[in-house]
């Protein structure tokens, strides 16, 4: 199996259908918790899990409340109200994946995925 994933309640079908299909793991938050759960308590879940936490909201992004170093890693993917960029976004995460295959390079830092780069804070 590849990465694990605790998938936010924002992260469509097919993002989780794509991840799945490359050999992840990926948890849906509504298997585990009420979807309106508070980001807190959607995090700790995710560190639970020993899971990556991959979402939509901008407010895991935020280093300051969420210390990269504290988690298993964070994916933040950066739509900006724009859905027709989710197949770049898809392209350009699942290439860094393949790239990257375990877990441990994704300790401690949060990944913000954007059409034309991925940047990486630690």
């Known amino acids: 199996m590849g990465l694990r994933f605790l998938a936010d309640h924002c992260i469509s079908n097919l993002i989780i259908q794509t991840l799945r ?49 504290n988690y298993k890693g964070i994916v933040a993917l950066q739509m900006r109200n724009h859905p027709e960029v989710l197949g770049q976004l898809l392209v350009r995460l699942t290439a860094y994946l393949e790239l990257h295959p375990t877990m441990e390079h994704y300790q401690g830092k949060l990944l913000v995925v954007e059409v034309d780069r991925i940047r990486i804070r630690a």
């Open 21 to 69: 299909d490359r050999r992840h793991e990926v948890v849906r938050l509504r298997d585990c918790l009420p979807v309106e759960s508070p980001d807190a308590i959607v995090i700790a879940k995710a560190r639970e899990l020993d899971a990556m936490l991959l979402s939509l909201n901008g407010d895991f992004a935020d280093i300051v409340t969420y210390p990269p170093e």
